[in-house]
């Protein structure tokens, strides 16, 4: 049987238009109504059938080649029936040899061939199945079409299954390095430039390194930047005395932090959550209100929890942060206090400083950070006032709170820290 020709059909305003992808290649057998060939426009893209059975002998374009109406596209030879005379043929002729045992080894190389051609034939005829568009889609993004299963009727790929192939091959490349993480070697010693002294990492460093490092990779952190005018409240913190000495109180300002946190917790509950479940979408949100306090420690730093600070005055919470602050440094504290908290408050005020970035304590979604007190120079209605002002650093999980409801809750702590103190019945 003589070579037959597959040309450009007629195919309305395709003229000399770029041939985007040859979907065929020597040797491979295609059936009538096979894509040979995807061609594009600057409207649109077209696939190019068969029109007939048979093998392919020599492809006559490429990736890049602008054709028209009536240009040769491939020639096809016989279809896959000579291929099988051939193939029995070959095991007839084989036949002889085994039966007479003279070359068991000569037997199993036939055999060996027969199936690389079935294998070669069966690879050849499953070309991907997909329209244009998609071929398109996948291509821009530079993936293999021929490498994704397609989940439509006769495996036909849609673009789905171009966008899950390309999120399992990121899946894998990212649990491969999550399983080898990189470790980086210095050149040189610390010793090579000069005396050095190695020393022992605090037990309590060392165990909540590993918990800073899950919260930090594992949380997408964004910390929220405020001041709050808390002169009202200085005024009434040191004017509080005791009924029976007369004596003046001493508060801690924490103390008033919390009550007011404790507030706008009520009023913002997703910050008193936790995401348990983040692959079926679940999230934890807590009735209870336990605050933790960061204490800085000769042993480094410590998470206690104020347990049910909505129930307890001012003035028993602010004792109960000495009796916990004294446990930690003495290390006489329970483990499971530093467990189950609903926000934690990490306070730099007896140190200085004033805005920073606090990492939040997993599995919780927010920690409030904060600063120094300073008198600063306010422009209130119409002129400058001496105000007391206390900067304010919330980190938030971005995961369940954005943020708008991160500003929003800032601005209610504040009113809560300002001149609507309605904590101080609670002294």
Known sequence: MSDKEIKVPNIGEFKDVEVIEVLVSNGQS???????????????????????????????????D????????LTVGQSGEEEKSIEQKTIK???????????????????????????????NSEASSASPKVRKFARELGVNINEIVGSERQGRIVEDDVKNFISSKINKTSDKTEAQPKKIISEFSHSDFGEIEV?????????????????????????????????EMEDFRTSLTDMYTGERKKITPLAFIVKA?????????SFNSSI??????????????????????????MVPKIRNADNK????????????????????????????????????????????????????VAILGVGKAQKKQIFINGKFETRTMLPLSLSYDHRIIDGAEAARFNNDLKENLGKNFAYKLAV
């Not at 946190?261 to 509950?269: E, G, H, M, T, Y």
């Not at 348990?276 to 730093?301: R, S, W």
């Open 276 to 301: 348990d479940d983040i692959e079926n979408g679940k999230i934890t949100m807590k009735n209870y209100f336990h605050v933790g306090i960061a204490v800085d420690t000769p042993h480094g730093l």
């Open 30 to 64: 295609v059936s009538k109504n096979d894509p040979l060939i995807t061609i594009e426009s600057d409207k649109s893209s077209v696939e190019i059938p068969a029109s007939f059975d048979g093998k392919v002998k020599s492809v006559k374009i490429k990736v890049g």
């Open 199 to 231: 020393k022992d990492m605090p037990r309590v460093k060392k165990l909540a390194s590993t918990y800073l490092v899950n919260s930090w990779t594992t949380i997408p952190h964004v910390t929220n930047h405020d001041e709050a005018d808390i002169t």
């Open 66 to 73: 602008r054709v028209s109406e009536g240009d040769l596209i």
């Open 261 to 269: 946190l404790v507030a706008s917790l009520k009023k913002f509950p």
């Open 313 to 364: 005055s001012i003035s028993y919470i602010s004792n109960e942060l000495k009796t916990v602050s004294d446990q930690c440094r003495n290390l006489k504290i329970d483990k499971k206090e530093f467990f189950g908290g609903s926000m934690t408050i990490t306070s730099l005020g007896g140190i200085g400083g004033s805005f920073f970035t606090p990492i939040i304590n997993y599995p919780e």
């Open 93 to 123: 002729e084989a036949e002889p040899v085994a039966n007479q045992n003279q070359n068991q080894n000569q037997k199993e190389k036939i055999e060996k061939v027969i199936q690389t051609q079935n294998l070669i034939k069966k690879d």
